[in-house]
C-alpha cells in the first residue's frame, strides 16, 4: 500500500477541524437566535419613506399621524352629517363623547367663555386621542405622540390660547400680574418672580409636552417588551421556560386595554389642564 502523502496528512487534520468548526458556528448561530432582544428607543425613529434628510421627511410615524387625522375626519364628518332629533347609535356615541369636553369647558370656563375655546378644546382632546389609540392598531404598533415634535406642538397651542386669553382680556394687567402677585411685599418679588416665570411661562408647556410623550413611549416600549417576551418564550426557549409566556401574553394583553385608558385619561389630561390655563388667565384677579 502507498504511502500517505503530505497532501493526505493535512487534510485528514484539516477535516476534523473543520468539521469541528462547522459544529461550533451551527452552535453559534442557535445561541444568537435564541437570545432575547428587547425594545429599543430606536422604533421610534424608523427609516424615511420620503424626502430623507430634508425638514419634510416623512417616516412611518409621521403616515401614522396622517391616518389618525384623516379616521378622525371621516368619524367627525359621517357622524354629523345627518344628525336626529332621536338620535341612532352611532351619533348618541358622538354626542356623549362631545358633551364631556363641552362640560368640562363650561365647567371650568363658564358658558361664554367656554363657547369660545370649545372648538380648540374638543380638538386637542378628540387629536390626542386619536393619535395615541394608533400604538394599539396592528401593523401600526406607535402612536402618533410617541415621537415629541406631536405632543410639543400641541403644547405650543395650548400655552398661545393661555397667554392669548390672558392677554385679551386683561391687556394691562395680565403679565405684570403673573409675574409680580399683588399683595406680595416688594422684597419678595427677588423670590417670587424668578418663580412664577418659570411655573408659568416654561414649565406648563415642557409639562404639558414630556406628560403626554413619556405615557405614550412607556406604554408602546412595555407592549413590546411583553409581546417580544412571549414569541421568545413560546419558539426559541428551552422547554422548561416555554411556561412563563403564558404569563407574559396575559400581561400583554391585560396592559393592551390597560393602555387604551392611558389613552383616553392622557387626551382627557391634556385637554383639562388646557382649560384650567385658559380659566387662570381668564381669572379677575389678573
Known amino acids: ?55 419634510f421627511e416623512i417616516d412611518r410615524v409621521v403616515l401614522i399621524r396622517f391616518f389618525a387625522v384623516a379616521v378622525l375626519l371621516v368619524f367627525a364628518f359621517v ?18 363623547a362631545f358633551d364631556v369636553v363641552r362640560r368640562n369647558t363650561f365647567d371650568n370656563l363658564g358658558e361664554k367663555d367656554g363657547k369660545r375655546f370649545l372648538p380648540l378644546l374638543a380638538t386637542i382632546f378628540f387629536g390626542v386621542l386619536f393619535m395615541n389609540l394608533t400604538g394599539l392598531i396592528p401593523g401600526m404598533n406607535l402612536a402618533g405622540t410617541s415621537r ?34 399683588p399683595g406680595v411685599p416688594w422684597p419678595l418679588y427677588l423670590i417670587v418672580t424668578p418663580i412664577e416665570l418659570v411655573s408659568t411661562f416654561v414649565l406648563r408647556p415642557v409639562t404639558l409636552t414630556l406628560r403626554l410623550l413619556m405615557n405614550m413611549v412607556v406604554g408602546h416600549l412595555l407592549l413590546v417588551l411583553f409581546f417580544s417576551a412571549t414569541q421568545f418564550f413560546f ?20 396592559f393592551s386595554f390597560f393602555e387604551i385608558l392611558v389613552a383616553l385619561l392622557q387626551a382627557y389630561v391634556f385637554m383639562l389642564l388646557t382649560a384650567v390655563y385658559i380659566q ?7
Open 1 to 55: 500500500m502507498r504511502a500517505p502523502t503530505q497532501e493526505t496528512a493535512l487534510l485528514s487534520h484539516a477535516l476534523p477541524l473543520s468539521l469541528s468548526a462547522a459544529v461550533d458556528t451551527v452552535a453559534a448561530g442557535s445561541s444568537k437566535a435564541a437570545e432575547f432582544h428587547g425594545p429599543s428607543i430606536n422604533e421610534f425613529f424608523p427609516d424615511a419613506l420620503l424626502w430623507a434628510g430634508t425638514p
Open 79 to 96: 357622524g354629523t352629517r345627518a344628525l336626529k332629533l332621536v338620535p341612532n347609535r352611532g351619533q348618541a356615541f358622538i354626542e356623549y
Open 148 to 181: 415629541i415634535a406631536m405632543p410639543m406642538i400641541l403644547a405650543i397651542v395650548a400655552y398661545l390660547a393661555f397667554i392669548y386669553a390672558g392677554l385679551r382680556k386683561h391687556p394691562g394687567t395680565f403679565l405684570k400680574n403673573a409675574l409680580f402677585p
Open 235 to 254: 419558539f426559541d426557549a428551552s422547554l422548561g421556560f416555554k411556561a412563563f409566556g403564558v404569563g407574559t401574553i396575559a400581561f400583554g394583553i391585560a
Open 280 to 286: 387662570l388667565a381668564l381669572a379677575d384677579e389678573h
